[in-house]
Nanobody, 124 residues
């Protein structure tokens, strides 16, 4: 049975850290590039980070130096380590395929989230 979905969200104060996880089925996980996007209340979707099969990584400028994306191929799991969180990082976070294209200009509305998302709330 396919199991997909994001976890690890929560409420933290500015400057804190969270680690998000996203487990996917083998077919989903083996896509060319996979990654994270987010959507804050009342705002457009935003690509956050992606990693491709070769291990090449791309970050949105807004999270560079603070977030780290990684993958565990043995577990079909994608991670997002978020450090030095800011209130503007508050959003629902989702994992999806094709995030790499969004980070180079593709429409984020074309992304299909793997799960229901996980909520990250950062207070000042």
């Amino acid at each position: 049975q396919e199991q997909v979905g994001e976890s690890g969200g929560g409420s933290v104060q500015a400057g804190g850290s969270l680690r998000l996880s996203c487990e996917a089925s083998g077919n989903t996980y083996s896509a060319y590039c996979i990654g994270w996007f987010r959507q804050a209340p009342g705002k457009e979707r935003e690509g956050v980070a992606s990693i491709d099969r070769d291990g090449d990584i791309t970050y949105a400028d807004s999270v560079k130096g603070r977030f780290t994306i990684s993958r565990d191929n043995a577990k079909n799991t994608l991670y997002l380590q978020m450090d030095s969180l800011k209130p503007e990082d508050t959003a629902m976070y989702y994992c999806a395929t094709d995030v790499c294209w969004v980070l180079t200009g593709a429409d984020p509305n074309d992304l299909d989230a793997w799960g229901q998302g996980t909520l990250v709330t950062v207070s000042s």
